[in-house]
C-alpha cells in the first residue's frame, strides 16, 4: 500500500466541513496531523466546538487547534442562514465535547507541524484561508515544505456576491497571499462543487445505510440542503469541502485545468473575486490546478463507501 498522505485540515465547520473530515478520517490513505480552525461561517469558539464534537462522534483522536478570530484587514462576515447559529444546526450532539482542544494557537501549530515534518505535508483549507495566509507569513521557510494547498473556494460566479464566493471573500487579502505563495493550489470553486449536489436519491441511499455516522450525516444534509432551498431555491445542497477530500482519496473523479488565478482585493463590486484566467488572456504564469468537472457516480460512490 502506498504511504499515507499527511494533511492538515484547516476548516470552519460547518455542514459540508464536518463531511469533508469524516471523508478523511474514514480513508486509509490520509493520515491527518491535525484540524485547525477559522472564522468563518461562524465565529472561531463556535467552529472549534463543532471540529470537536464531529471528533468526538466519530472517535476521531488528532490535535484540534483554535485559529484566527478574524480576517486579516476586513470585518467579519458570518452565514448563519446557510449553517444555523450554532454553525452546524440539525444533528443533534452533546453541549459540550469531552475532546479539548490543544494549547497552541492554530498557525503556530501549522508551522511547528510542517517545520518538523520528515516529509511534505498537504493543507486543506475549507473556509477562509486566514490561518494559511498567517502561517506563510509569519514563517516563510514552511513553503518549501507544503505539498499542495488543496482549498474549497472561488469560482467564475459567487454565491455571497454576485462574482465572489463566501470563503474567499470573507478574507481576500488572506486568499491574495495564498494564491501568490509559490505553493501549488489546487482549487475547488464553486464552478464544480455546484455539480456535487444533493438529490433526494442520494439522501435515500445515505439515509438507508443506518450507522451512527450515516444518520449524522443524513441530519447534516437534511439541514444543509432545507437552508439551500431557503436562500438559493437549490434543490439540493453543494457538498462544497468534501470535493477536496474527495480528490485526496481519488483525483481521477475530477477534471482540471491549469490556469492563472488572481484575486480581487479592490474591487467596488467584485471584492473577493477570483479571477480565472480560462482562456489565457493574461499571459500571466498559470498558478492554479483549477477543478471544473466532476465524476458525480464515482463522487457519491466514495461518499456512501465511507460511510457504509
Ligand atoms: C463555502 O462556504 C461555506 O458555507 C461552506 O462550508 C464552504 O466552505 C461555500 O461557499
Ligand atoms: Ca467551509
Known amino acids: 500500500m502506498r504511504e499515507k498522505r499527511k494533511v492538515i485540515l484547516d476548516c ?108 511534505e505535508i498537504t493543507l486543506v483549507p475549507t473556509g477562509p484561508l486566514t490561518n494559511i495566509a498567517l502561517a506563510i507569513e509569519k514563517e516563510p521557510a514552511i513553503v518549501g515544505k507544503i505539498r499542495e494547498i488543496v ?71 437534511e439541514f444543509f440542503t432545507k437552508t439551500y432551498k431557503e436562500v438559493f431555491d437549490f434543490e439540493g445542497a453543494p457538498i462544497h469541502d468534501a470535493c477536496t477530500v474527495a480528490y485526496l482519496i481519488d483525483e481521477s473523479i475530477f477534471e482540471f485545468e491549469t490556469v492563472r488565478v488572481d484575486i480581487e482585493t479592490k474591487g467596488e463590486f467584485t471584492y473577493g473575486t477570483t479571477c480565472v484566467d480560462r482562456l489565457h488572456v493574461t499571459g500571466r504564469k498559470p498558478n492554479v490546478k483549477f477543478a471544473h468537472g466532476i465524476n458525480q457516480e464515482k463522487f457519491w460512490g466514495l461518499l456512501i463507501k465511507a460511510l457504509k
Open 12 to 119: 470552519d465547520p460547518g455542514h459540508d466541513d464536518a463531511i469533508s473530515i469524516i471523508l478523511a478520517a474514514s480513508s486509509d490513505q490520509i493520515q491527518i496531523e491535525g484540524i485547525t480552525t477559522v472564522a468563518g461561517n461562524v465565529d472561531v469558539e463556535k467552529t472549534t466546538l463543532n471540529a470537536l464534537k464531529v471528533c468526538d462522534f466519530i472517535g476521531l483522536d488528532v490535535p484540534v487547534a483554535r485559529g484566527a478570530e478574524q480576517p486579516l484587514v476586513k470585518t467579519r462576515e458570518f452565514a448563519p442562514d446557510i449553517h444555523g447559529d450554532s454553525g452546524l444546526d440539525g444533528p443533534e450532539l452533546p453541549e459540550v465535547p469531552k475532546k479539548m482542544m490543544i494549547d497552541q494557537h492554530a498557525v503556530d501549530f501549522i508551522i511547528e507541524r510542517l517545520l518538523d515534518s520528515d516529509g
Open 151 to 221: 482549498l474549497m473556494g472561488g469560482g467564475t460566479f459567487g454565491n455571497w456576491t454576485p462574482t465572489a464566493e463566501f470563503n474567499i471573500y470573507v478574507d481576500a487579502e488572506a486568499a491574495n497571499v495564498v494564491f501568490n505563495s509559490g505553493v501549488p493550489v489546487t482549487m475547488f470553486g464553486l464552478d464544480v462543487t455546484h455539480q456535487a449536489i444533493t438529490t433526494p436519491a442520494i439522501l435515500q441511499e445515505i439515509s438507508s445505510i443506518g450507522t451512527n455516522v450515516s444518520k449524522f450525516v443524513g441530519d447534516l444534509l
